[in-house]
Nanobody, 124 residues
Framework: QVQLVESGGGLVQAGGSLRLSCVAS????????MGWFRQVPGKEREFVAA????????IYADAVKGRFTISRDNALDTVYLQMNNLKPEDTAIYYC?????????????????WGQGTQVTVST
C-alpha cells in the first residue's frame, strides 16, 4: 500500500515558522523526486517546492523562494518543508506528493501519489 502522511501544520502568527514533515512507506519513497503543494478552497492546487531523489536539486515557487526550504532524509523516508517568515497568504492545506521522475517537477500531473494534507493557518 502506497502511503504519504503529512504532519506539522498548525496555527502560527505572521513572521513565525513551521516545519512540515511527510513520511512515506518505503515503496513510495524509493528513488523519485518529492514535492509540496498547497491549496485553498475554491482555488487550484499550487506548487510550492520540489526536491530531486538524491536531494541534489530543488525548485521553489517564486512566492516562497527565500522563505521555505525543502529537504529530505532518505534513510528515514521523510521529506520536510521548513517554512520561515510566514505570511497570511501562506494559509492553505499543504500536501506532499511523489513525483513520477527522479528530478523535481512543477505540475501536479507529474505526481502520482499524494498525502491527505495538513492545515497551515497564519494569523495577522
Amino acid at each position: 500500500q502506497v502511503q504519504l502522511v503529512e504532519s506539522g501544520g498548525g496555527l502560527v502568527q505572521a513572521g513565525g515558522s513551521l516545519r512540515l514533515s511527510c513520511v512515506a512507506s518505503r515503496r513510495t519513497f524509493s528513488m523519485p523526486a518529492m514535492g509540496w503543494f498547497r491549496q485553498v478552497p475554491g482555488k487550484e492546487r499550487e506548487f510550492v517546492a520540489a526536491i530531486a531523489e538524491n536531494g541534489g536539486a530543488t525548485i521553489y515557487a517564486d512566492a516562497v523562494k527565500g522563505r521555505f526550504t525543502i529537504s529530505r532524509d532518505n534513510a528515514l523516508d521523510t521529506v520536510y518543508l521548513q517554512m520561515n517568515n510566514l505570511k497570511p497568504e501562506d494559509t492553505a492545506i499543504y500536501y506532499c506528493a511523489r513525483a513520477k521522475y527522479i528530478y523535481p517537477v512543477l505540475s501536479p500531473r507529474q505526481y502520482d501519489y499524494w498525502g491527505q494534507g495538513t492545515q497551515v493557518t497564519v494569523s495577522t
